[in-house]
C-alpha cells in the first residue's frame, strides 16, 4: 500500500501563490508518476498536473499552464504543486494521486487540502 498526506493549501488572494506538497510512504516503488487533481464543489475531479518519479517531462492541464509548476524530491518521497497567479477558478480541493507500476491507475490518493482563492 501506498499512503499520500497533502499539505498547503489555505486562503489566498486572487494573484498570490501557494505551494502544495504531498509526501508518499509505503511501498512507493509500486508507483511511477504522481499527479494533482482537484475538485470544486459540484464538478468532476479533473487533472491538474503530472509527472513521473524517473523524470521527464511534467504535463499540466490548459487552465494551469504557466501557472502551476509540478516537481519531486525522490529523496523525500515528495512532489510538490507551485501554484502562481492564483484566480477564483482554482478554488477547489486538491488531491495527489500516485500511479500503479501494476495497472497504470491512479490507485492511490490523498485525503485531499482545501485550497479558497478569494477575488
Known amino acids: 500500500q501506498v499512503q499520500l498526506v497533502e499539505s498547503g493549501g489555505g486562503l489566498v488572494q486572487a494573484g498570490g501563490s501557494l505551494e502544495l506538497s504531498c509526501a508518499a510512504s509505503g511501498r512507493t516503488s509500486s508507483t511511477y508518476a504522481m499527479g494533482w487533481f482537484r475538485q470544486a464543489p459540484g464538478k468532476e475531479r479533473d487533472f491538474v498536473a503530472t509527472?513521473?518519479?524517473?523524470?521527464?517531462?511534467?504535463r499540466y492541464a490548459e487552465s494551469v499552464k504557466g501557472r502551476f509548476t509540478i516537481a519531486r524530491d525522490n529523496a523525500k518521497n515528495t512532489v510538490y504543486l507551485q501554484m502562481n497567479s492564483l484566480k477564483p477558478d482554482d478554488t477547489a480541493v486538491y488531491y495527489c494521486?500516485?500511479?500503479?507500476?501494476?495497472?497504470?491507475?491512479?490507485?492511490?490518493w490523498g485525503q485531499g487540502t482545501q485550497v479558497t482563492v478569494s477575488s
Open positions: 509527472i513521473a518519479w524517473s523524470g521527464g517531462r511534467a
Open positions: 494521486a500516485a500511479r500503479s507500476t501494476v495497472t497504470y491507475e491512479y490507485e492511490y
